[in-house]
């Protein structure tokens, strides 16, 4: 893709598509950030050939256009860019719940928008932890509905994989329920588990070793950005909250019966052959 | 600690106690080993400098006894060491429950037996996986009980700093408390998620990036020793068990009611905190 991408937003995500397309030296890239002292850091690293707290600035000349915000601020940035932005401009997001984002960007951008969720983001989160890197081999879903593009879907598509991501399809909805399982609730379930163990023997904290280290690291995430995701996608979150507590009861109960119940080690062997399936995380995990 | 040191079981932890000796200098060691392939296998890479399947001649030298074996196989060992040891050899063990343990191990030995946990596992096993690092900075937990010999107790604490540990006490009805809190229950917690993920929409894995891969890595261990473990401690993992479902109930009924309610950034917002409090994973995690 040789053409002009402009990024709204400068976190973690909108640097590293910044990072990516300069190593690539693929496209020109313009960043939109809302606070000036953010456009200084932008250019204090010449992360962008142009940057701006003037919207219409970045993005009108801009082929594609991918929001890089919290997906509270997309829909109202939606609305300032579309009149600003080049007429068939491609556009694009990167939030972490798909079918209210797709709904509202859709409805304001047509067909020329495509929902995107590159599942390569990390407790970390602002520029100082952008990485050229990110996207190699991460996977980016990416989220048509039945007014998308043909054109857009191939091209947001060949987007993700010029920066080293591998594409999945799927609806918006089929986004949101597989990406509960996988990410909104596991995140939900880290913190929970932090909590739990400091409300009853905060002490105990300071025994763990790197697997409690490595199961919660998540919830070191940015609250504000989690409290959005799961707020965004209550019912499937709801539904996955439900099954563990099922599944907790049924082991609460085996425990409870007899703690040499084989059904334990099989429920251990079925986890670990699952899990030993899943690709190992990868040097920038 | 200038001693002769008998390890027995060369799996992750006795190998990697071998390796970090042989890397001081330290002592001696003898590593004893059921199988005779393994005691090939140990001679092999050369990592004791005495390796045989007779636990008489293992024992029968050492200062200090190190039993690394999974913790069912420990008593019936224990039987047979006793009478093989020299009178006043300091034994210990490396199991993952200790008030099991610490009772029975310490009706063979007396008050020269001191159970100990070092917190330095990882969801690989064997001594393929042995390392000279494993126990640096690790924590390694001394669980003496009334009957314990204080000079014992400082010798084998004094043995896990010389391996690079930080070294922390406690009785072995608390270690079983605390430890069921960080590492027994979040182990069951992340097999569990896997398997309810896989029940659910097993492909939905397949989407899963590094957040979900590193809150489940420890479901990858090894299936029989976590069975053990978790039969080991059954009334502290039911407590964190019924704690977790009380918790996640409360979530549930929360997002169901109001997702947009503050109660749910706030417990993000303290579960960052508190997670963001502990020691991060070091290189070998």
């Known amino acids: 893709m040789n053409s002009r991408v402009a990024i709204v937003g400068p976190g973690l995500l909108g640097g590293s598509i910044a990072l990516a397309l300069r190593a690539r030296r ?25 940057s701006s707290t003037s919207l219409d600035r970045v993005v009108r000349d801009a082929d594609l256009i991918v929001l890089c915000t919290p997906i509270g601020a997309m829909p109202a940035l939606a609305r300032e860019i579309a009149p ?17 984002v797709v709904a509202a960007l859709g409805a304001i951008f047509g067909g020329r928008f495509v929902g995107s969720h590159p599942m390569a983001g990390s407790e970390q989160s602002g520029l100082h932890a952008a990485r050229a890197d990110l996207f190699e081999g991460a996977t980016c879903i990416v989220t048509p509905d039945a007014q998308s593009d043909a054109g857009a879907i191939a091209e947001i598509a060949e987007f993700w994989r010029s920066l080293g991501g591998i594409v999945h399809r799927m ?8 990406v509960a399982l996988v990410s909104h609730f596991p995140h939900l379930l880290a913190a929970a588990l932090v909590n739990m163990v400091a409300a009853r023997d905060a002490s105990a904290l300071y025994l763990s070793g790197p697997g409690f280290l490595d199961s919660t690291r998540v919830a070191a995430g940015s609250p504000e950005m989690w409290a959005e995701i799961l707020a965004s996608n209550p019912e499937a979150v709801g539904k996955s909250i439900h099954a563990m507590i099922e599944s907790l009861r049924e082991i609460e109960n085996m425990l409870a019966r007899d703690p040499a119940d084989p059904a334990l080690l099989h ?3 079925a986890a670990k052959k699952t899990r030993d399936r899943l690709r190992q995380p990868t040097s920038h995990d």
Chains 1, 2 share one sequence.
């Open 171 to 178: 609806s918006p909805a089929a986004h949101d329920e597989a």
């Open 84 to 100: 600003a932005a080049k007429p068939g401009t491609l556009v694009t997001d990167v939030g972490s719940v798909k079918a209210p």
């Open 267 to 269: 429920l251990l062997t």
């Open 26 to 50: 693929a496209a020109p890239v313009a960043i939109w950030a809302r606070r000036p002292e953010a456009v200084e850091e932008l250019k204090a690293i010449a992360i962008a050939d142009f």
